[in-house]
C-alpha cells in the first residue's frame, strides 16, 4: 500500500509539472494540458486512480491544498491596487455574483432537469472560478492590468463564497422542509462571520509578529504555513466550508498590512501554489471514472454548459456593471472568462452525497455536470482567452517592450530607437532631473523608485517584458535585476557593465545580463553619446551580410541589439554572441562620421539633437 500510495504521489507530481513546462514551451494553457494529461493517465488509459490509491488521505490533501492556494493569492489582494476600479469590481463580485447563482440556478432546474433544492445548491457553487484555474490563466495570457486585476479579485474573493452560497442554499433547504429549526439556520451566519474574523485576528497577530522581529527570517514561512492549515482546519471543524473564507481573509489581512518581508513569502508561495496546482488537476481528473467521461455527452448537460457559456456569465456581468465605467471590450473578456476548478470539483462531491442522503436522488449527477462545466471552461476559456484578448485589444502588448531604469543622455537615445520600431518603451528614474534627456526626445517616462511600493501600484508593468537597469550604480542595477527575478526570469533582465568593479565578482544569481561588452559602462556610453556617436540601424539582406557589417563597421561603435525579422528583440550581452540573418536589423552605437554611410544605402541615421 506504501509503495503504491507513493508511486501514485511521485508519478502525479511529476506529470503536473512535465505539463508545466510543455505548456510553456508549446505556449499552451497549463491548465487544459494537465487536464488533458490526467485523463489519459487516469480514465482513458488506466494507469492510475489516486483517488483509489490515497483512500481517505484523498479529499484531506485536497483540501489543504486548495487553502495553501487560495491564501498564497489572497496575498496579492492589496485595496491599493484597485483603486481605480472597485465599483466595477464590487458590483462584480456581490450583484455579480448573486445575479450568476439565480441564472445558473434557473439553468440546472430547467435546462439540466434538477429538483429546485439541488438547483439551487449547486448554481451557488458554480459562481465560483478560482485562483486555480484563473492565476495561471492570466499568467499566460498576459492582459491588460484593469481586466488582469478584476479577473484575479474575482477569482480568489468569490471563491469561498461560492462554497458558502452552497452551504447556505443547503441550510435553507432544510429549513423550509422542516429538517432544522431556525436557530440552527442562523449558527450558519454565526459560523461564517466567526470564519471571516478568525482569519483577520491570525493574519494581524502574525503580521505584527513579523514587524516588531519576533520571529526569525527562516521560520517565517513555515510558520506562515502552519498558521493557514490550524485556521482552515479549525474554521472547517466548526462549520463545513467556511475554511476557505478563513484563509482568505488572514491573507487579505496580510497583504494590507505591507509587511516588508511579504514579498519574500510571497514568492516562495507562488511556487508552491505552482506545485500544488499542478498535482491536483492531475489527481482529480485521473481519478474520474469512464462512466462520468460517458455521463458529460448527456444533451440536457451539454445544454445546461453552453447556458453557462454563453448566457449566465455574460448576463451576470453586463448587468452587474451597467453604470460603472467599464469599456465594452473589458466587459466582453470578463463576460467570458470565467473557468471553474478544483473548489468546484471537491465541493460538489461533498454535495452530491449528502444530498442523496437527505433523499434529493436527482443529485447522483452532480458529479457529471460538474466536471463537464470544468472541463469545458477550462478548455474553451484557456484557449480562446489570448485569441480573445488580442481581438478586443486587451493584451498589454504585442511587441517586446523595454523599461529602463536610469535616465541619461544614453538611455534617453536607446529607448527612443525602440520607440521609432513601434515598441513600448519607459525610462523610470527617481529624479526628475535626470530625465530631461527622455523627455526633450519625448520618450514616455515615470519619476519614481522602480523598487518602491508606490511604484508597484501606480506603474502598469505588463507592458514591458524586459528590463534593463543602466542606473550610475552598479549595486543598485543588480539589486533592481534580482527584485524582478520573479515576474520577469532571468532571461528577461538586462544591466550596464560594472564602471568600478569585476563583473566576475557578482554571484552568477545576482544581477542581470550584462549589456553590449564588458567595458560599455553607463560612463563610457553617455560620454560617447555626448560626444556626438549616434545610434544606427543597419538592414541585413542578401546582398549585405552580417560578416560584411562587421568588416565595415567602425571599430569603436558599440553593438546594442537585433529587431529579428519575426519582430524578436535581441540585446547583445558578454555571455551571448549573435548574429544577423538577412531581414533582420542590426543597431549600433556608431561614431558620428563613418564610410559605411556611403558603402552601405540599408543604413538608418538617427539624428538626435544634442
Not at 464590487?90 to 450583484?95: D, E
Not at 449547486?122 to 465560483?128: A, N, S
Not at 556611403?598 to 544634442?610: A, G, L, W, Y
Given at each position: 500500500m506504501l509503495d503504491s500510495m507513493l508511486f501514485v504521489l511521485m508519478f502525479v507530481v511529476v506529470l503536473g509539472i512535465f505539463s508545466q513546462w510543455l505548456a510553456w514551451r508549446i505556449r499552451m494553457p497549463a491548465i487544459v494540458l494537465m487536464s488533458i494529461v490526467g485523463l489519459l493517465v487516469g480514465p482513458i488509459l488506466g494507469l492510475i486512480n489516486p483517488q483509489e490509491s490515497l483512500g481517505e488521505l484523498f479529499s484531506p490533501l485536497i483540501s489543504l491544498a486548495v487553502a495553501i492556494i487560495l491564501f498564497e493569492g489572497s496575498l496579492n489582494l492589496d485595496f491599493r491596487e484597485v483603486r481605480s476600479f472597485?465599483?466595477?469590481?464590487?458590483?462584480?463580485?456581490?450583484?455579480?455574483?448573486f445575479i450568476a447563482w439565480i441564472a445558473?440556478?434557473?439553468?440546472?432546474?430547467?435546462?439540466?432537469?434538477?429538483?429546485?433544492?439541488?438547483?439551487?445548491?449547486?448554481?451557488?457553487?458554480?459562481?465560483?472560478?478560482g485562483p486555480t484555474v484563473i492565476l495561471p490563466l492570466l499568467r499566460q495570457a498576459k492582459l491588460k492590468s484593469r481586466p488582469a486585476a478584476i479577473l484575479k479579485w474575482e477569482g480568489i474573493v468569490v471563491d469561498p463564497f461560492g462554497a458558502l452560497l452552497a452551504v447556505f442554499a443547503f441550510e435553507a433547504i432544510k429549513f423550509i422542509n422542516g429538517d432544522e429549526s431556525f436557530t440552527?439556520?442562523?449558527?450558519?451566519?454565526?459560523?461564517?462571520?466567526?470564519?471571516?474574523?478568525?482569519?483577520w485576528l491570525f493574519g494581524w497577530i502574525l503580521g505584527k509578529m513579523f514587524e516588531k522581529g519576533q520571529i526569525p527570517e527562516y521560520l517565517k514561512a513555515p510558520v506562515v504555513f502552519a498558521v493557514v492549515l490550524l485556521v482552515f482546519v479549525f474554521s472547517d471543524v466548526i462549520m463545513h466550508e467556511t475554511g476557505l473564507l478563513a484563509v482568505t481573509a488572514m491573507g487579505i489581512t496580510m497583504a494590507n498590512m505591507h509587511i516588508a518581508s511579504i514579498n519574500d513569502m510571497r514568492h516562495f508561495k507562488e511556487n508552491i501554489s505552482v506545485l500544488l496546482v499542478s498535482s491536483i488537476f492531475v489527481m482529480l481528473?485521473?481519478?474520474?471514472?469512464?462512466?462520468?467521461?460517458?455521463?458529460?455527452?448527456?444533451?440536457?448537460i451539454v445544454l445546461f454548459v453552453l447556458a453557462m457559456l454563453f448566457v449566465v456569465r455574460p448576463l451576470s456581468v453586463w448587468l452587474s456593471t451597467i453604470g460603472t465605467d467599464l469599456m465594452n471590450n473589458e466587459k466582453i473578456l470578463i463576460g467570458w472568462i470565467a473557468p471553474r476548478g478544483i473548489v468546484a470539483l471537491t465541493v460538489s462531491g461533498y454535495f452530491a452525497t449528502v444530498l442523496q442522503e437527505s433523499g434529493y436522488e436527482d443529485a447522483e449527477m452532480l458529479t457529471a455536470l460538474t466536471f463537464a462545466l470544468v472541463f469545458a471552461t477550462v478548455i474553451f476559456h484557456g484557449l480562446s482567452i489570448g485569441w480573445v484578448?488580442?481581438?478586443?485589444?486587451?493584451?498589454?502588448?504585442?511587441?517586446?517592450?523595454?523599461?529602463?531604469?536610469?535616465?541619461?543622455?544614453?538611455?534617453?537615445?536607446?529607448?527612443?530607437?525602440?520607440?521609432?520600431?513601434?515598441?513600448?518603451v519607459l525610462v523610470v528614474d527617481n529624479s526628475w532631473e535626470q530625465l530631461r534627456y527622455a523627455r526633450k526626445l519625448g520618450v514616455p517616462t515615470y519619476a519614481g523608485d522602480?523598487?518602491?511600493?508606490?511604484?508597484?501600484?501606480?506603474?502598469?508593468?505588463?507592458?514591458?517584458?524586459?528590463?534593463i537597469a543602466a542606473t550610475e550604480m552598479d549595486a543598485y542595477n543588480a539589486l533592481i535585476c534580482s527584485n524582478f527575478v520573479v515576474e520577469l526570469g532571468r532571461d528577461a533582465l538586462y544591466q550596464t557593465a560594472s564602471s568600478n568593479i569585476s563583473e566576475n565578482e557578482y554571484h552568477p544569481s545576482i544581477g542581470g545580463k550584462t549589456l553590449f561588452n564588458s567595458s560599455a559602462n553607463i560612463y563610457d556610453l553617455t560620454e560617447l553619446?555626448?560626444?556626438?556617436?549616434?545610434?544606427?540601424?543597419?538592414?541585413?539582406?542578401?546582398?549585405?551580410?552580417?560578416?560584411?557589417?562587421?568588416d565595415a563597421r567602425a571599430k569603436e561603435s558599440t553593438l546594442l541589439y537585433i529587431i529579428r525579422a519575426d519582430g524578436t528583440l535581441k540585446f547583445f550581452t558578454t555571455k551571448m554572441e549573435l548574429s544577423a540573418n538577412p531581414g533582420d536589423l542590426v543597431v549600433s552605437l556608431t561614431p558620428p562620421t563613418h564610410i559605411q554611410e556611403?558603402?552601405?544605402?540599408?543604413?538608418?541615421?538617427?539624428?538626435?539633437?544634442?
Open positions: 472597485s465599483k466595477p469590481l464590487t458590483r462584480i463580485v456581490t450583484l455579480g455574483a445558473g440556478s434557473l439553468a440546472a432546474h430547467y435546462i439540466a432537469g434538477l429538483s429546485v433544492a439541488v438547483a439551487f445548491v449547486i448554481g451557488g457553487l458554480f459562481i465560483v472560478t440552527s439556520f442562523l449558527l450558519f451566519f454565526a459560523g461564517s462571520i466567526f470564519s471571516g474574523g478568525l482569519g481528473t485521473a481519478s474520474l471514472n469512464s462512466s462520468i467521461l460517458l455521463e458529460i455527452f448527456n444533451p440536457q484578448a488580442k481581438k478586443l485589444k486587451l493584451v498589454a502588448t504585442e511587441k517586446p517592450g523595454v523599461l529602463i531604469v536610469g535616465g541619461n543622455a544614453f538611455t534617453a537615445e536607446l529607448a527612443l530607437s525602440l520607440l521609432n520600431e513601434k515598441m513600448d522602480i523598487l518602491s511600493e508606490q511604484t508597484e501600484y501606480s506603474l502598469d508593468l505588463a507592458p514591458f517584458p524586459k528590463m553619446v555626448l560626444k556626438g556617436f549616434v545610434i544606427r540601424k543597419t538592414n541585413i539582406t542578401e546582398q549585405y551580410d552580417y560578416n560584411q557589417y562587421l556611403t558603402n552601405n544605402p540599408s543604413v538608418k541615421r538617427m539624428n538626435f539633437e544634442k
